[in-house]
């Protein structure tokens, strides 16, 4: 009989418990707890309250038992780069710094004054983000550092809190940009630069290492199941990676939530001279992969509309509105540093189409299909330049999270992209989080076989090009980027 299977899936604005169970080869997946994330503004940063996130998990384990599951295996998966500070008893030293806080805007200009950056490219094969790991370290109060016994990515502490073991799983470590591609082990060099090291990190260790059981003082004192937790791939991509079908011959994949990540899993990172000039990543992924994209700003940007709005629309109503109006009425460079963290994001993207000379986005549905188009055109832009690195045609892409449900997106994409895309699973996350938890528990045998389970247990939608729309689109759209100087609907030389 299959095990029962709980994913924590935490996201920079909300977490959930996911229960799923394996049933005539048939994956099974249900939402048993959901509550709210978020950073605020204390002591001089944005942090998070992680002390709240262990809490919900701690409720959502005790539904599960009240729902009559006595025992279950789970796996914890957020997002990146940010890092609770432990000291020797095990407390924490300070609630967590969010990367979205200011504090690193310049680090990067800071330490390649004596690490260059293609040294520490050549090293990591990670893009250079302002607030990767290695800026924040570098950042890092000095005082509490020198306090420090361990430092944890936020899945790894929260396993350590219900378990009291401590590892460092791999495809979360190497977003720090601290870890060598070749080596496996974290940087000394690197490590030196931000005044840390190497024994400050707990053992570095693969997605799918059984970490141990929650303790029984939770057990007792929240009425727990008998819960095992296995470190699966800790960093919210690299589950959601492993949760794509993987559909298409020669497929990429894009990751749609607050963040697009976009790319192609290889066997081999990537970090020559063109993955360097254009700023993608080797992430490491599960099962000897490589997570090869890059970053781009993602839903973030429509999730602040919407709240800037009052709420007052869901996102289904604003992808509706925006299927009014027509698309591409102006170019938005939407991974632009000024859409990180703006005070106001509705002002934020109409200034930029005032300064650039554009047609200007005033109702709910010019907003969105602002965003929208513009998202479409940035992936399509991306790929073509995911093809000249790798040096073979991308022909399709697998689109999962948040954003696969957005159809209004997934078409143009497909149109201006001119590949088929494949939508869905919408869960992805907490499905990739699941199978290598069935993977690890014999439950699975390989990946292989889990994704061609995932294709079949749930719905996925296909969106082929409409080559005869919006021609020469993706050219002008390119050439707006290089220059971002747009007149009167003309695009002019810099």
Known sequence: MSKTYVAVDIGASSGRLMLAELVEKKLSLREIHRFKNGFVHNKGHDRWDIDKLIEEILIGLGKIKKAGYDSVVLGIDTWAVDYVLVDQKGDKLQDSISYRDNRTHESIEKLTTSLSKKYIYQKTGIQFLDFNTLYQLFEEDKELLAKTDKIMMIPDYIGFILTGKAVTEVT?????????????????????SVNVRQSQFPKLVEAGTILGNVSQKLVKKYNLPQTEVVTVATHDTASAVIGTPALGQRWAYLSSGTW???????????????????????????????????????????????????????????????????????????????????????????????????????????????????????????????????????????????????????????????????????????????????????????????????????????????????????????????????????????
């Open 260 to 494: 697009s990540l976009i790319g192609a899993e290889l066997n081999t990172p990537e970090n020559g001279e063109q993955a360097f000039e254009q700023n993608y990543t080797n992430e490491w992924g599960a099962y000897g992969t490589y997570r090869f994209l890059k970053n781009i700003m993602g839903l973030w940007i429509i999730q602040n509309i919407k709240k800037e709005l009052s709420n007052q629309y869901s996102f289904a109503d604003l992808a509706d509105l925006a299927k009014r109006e027509p698309p591409f009425q102006q170019f938005i460079d939407v991974n632009a540093a000024r859409f990180q963290n703006p005070e106001n994001m509705i002002a934020e993207l109409q200034a930029y189409c005032r300064e650039t000379k554009q047609k200007v986005p005033e109702t709910p549905g010019e907003l969105a299909m602002a965003v929208y188009s513009n998202l479409s055109l940035y992936y399509a832009s991306e790929l073509s330049i995911l093809d000249d690195i790798l040096g073979y045609h991308i022909d399709s892409l697998n689109i999962v999270g948040g954003g696969s449900n957005v159809d209004l997106m997934n078409q143009l994409t497909a149109t201006v992209s001119d590949v088929d895309v494949y939508a869905g699973p919408s869960e992805a996350t907490a499905i990739g989080n699941i199978v290598v938890q069935m993977i690890t528990k014999g439950d699975i045998l390989n990946i292989y076989l889990a994704r061609q389970i995932i294709s079949e247990s749930f719905e996925i939608n296909k969106f082929v090009p409409e080559r005869e729309k919006y021609p020469n689109i993706l050219d002008d759209y390119k050439k707006f980027l290089k220059n971002e100087k747009y007149r009167g609907g003309n695009l002019v030389d810099s």
């Open 172 to 192: 979360n470590a190497s977003t720090t940009q601290m870890l060598s591609l070749r080596e496996g082990l974290f940087d000394n060099n690197l490590l030196k």
